[in-house]
């Protein structure tokens, strides 16, 4: 019983399951990921260099590779918790942890440990919003408008969003862009929008008609025209855009929910209780004592 046979049998209950390396369609959306987190992190190197456009640009570059993995998984059937795990790694790092680097190094320095202390605020608020986001994914029964829209700001225009006054300052010059309080404020009033609940437009489950095919290759043409020879206003522009998008997309939300609403059939109502049936309304609120 307790001889080489057991001893074998034994080691093999024990050993632990081999890693089991992943398909080439999950392989793809991971290292796209890869290279946004590289993208992202080298924005910080920028930024220790002082090269704050170049920083932003590579910002940019990463949360454009981050709505590419997801498409591609999605498109790939190649999902997978490793992923997904990975992906929130790396949206935290570029969306959160680098930008507010980048904004402490520009301005927020002067103000010390008060300036760091608003770009903590802002990082940890990232991380909260990919949590909740994560754990939103398992949702088993979403409510009919959750695909059209994000609860709260997501993780890379929240990004976008913070750097905004470094880029009126590349823009437009010193003087106001880059005062300290206004970056406080900015990183502050997005950190907030990051962890809301208020709805913001996605879209992922936009379904494009082929009459809108052209219109929408004249706006890509323009809007590439515009980027490559002004973007930092282009930049700023958008990010107006999007803030003023917010009301709209609240309104938009809550006549959803209407229309889900009127739409829900009435519940049946009671039977009448037969006769000599005590019911509640016909039980006498009297008390007696033995």
């Known amino acids: 019983m307790f001889g080489p046979a057991r001893f074998r049998r034994d080691r093999l209950r024990l050993r632990r399951p081999r890693f089991e390396p992943p398909t080439i369609n999950r392989l793809i959306p991971n290292v796209l990921t890869v290279l946004a987190l590289c993208a992202g992190f080298t924005g910080l190197r920028f930024g220790l260099m002082g090269r704050w456009d170049l920083a932003i640009f590579a910002i940019l570059v990463a949360a454009i590779l981050d709505v590419l993995d997801g498409r591609l998984a999605r498109l790939l059937n190649g999902t997978s918790k490793f992923g997904a795990e990975l992906d929130s790694l790396s949206d935290f790092l570029c969306f959160g942890a680098v930008p507010a680097m980048l904004v402490y190094l520009a ?16 990082a940890v608020c990232c991380a909260l919003r990919l949590a909740r986001f994560n754990t939103m994914i398992g949702d088993p029964n ?42 406080a404020v900015v990183l502050l009033g997005v950190a907030a929008l990051m962890v809301s609940r208020i709805p913001t437009f996605s879209t992922k489950k936009v379904k494009l008609t082929p009459s809108m095919a052209l219109p929408i290759l004249l706006l890509s043409a323009l809007l590439v025209a515009a980027i490559a020879s002004e973007p930092f206003l282009t ?31 009435l519940p049946a109502p009671a039977l009448p209780a037969a006769s000599g049936e005590v019911t509640p309304n016909s039980r006498s609120d009297t008390t007696t004592t033995a």
Request: charged content about 10%; aromatic content about 14%.
């Open 107 to 122: 301005t927020l320095h002067q103000w010390g440990g008060l300036g760091w202390a608003f770009c903590l605020v802002f």
């Open 142 to 183: 979403p409510p009919p408008w959750a695909g059209a829209y994000f609860v709260g700001v997501p993780a890379p225009m929240g990004a976008f969003l913070g750097l905004l006054p470094m880029m009126g300052t590349i823009q437009f010059g010193p003087g106001l862009f880059d005062r300290p309080l206004l970056n």
């Open 235 to 265: 930049f700023v522009i958008g990010g107006a855009l999007y803030l003023a998008s917010i009301p709209i997309s609240v309104w938009s939300q809550a006549q959803a929910r209407r229309a889900v609403i009127d739409d829900e059939p």
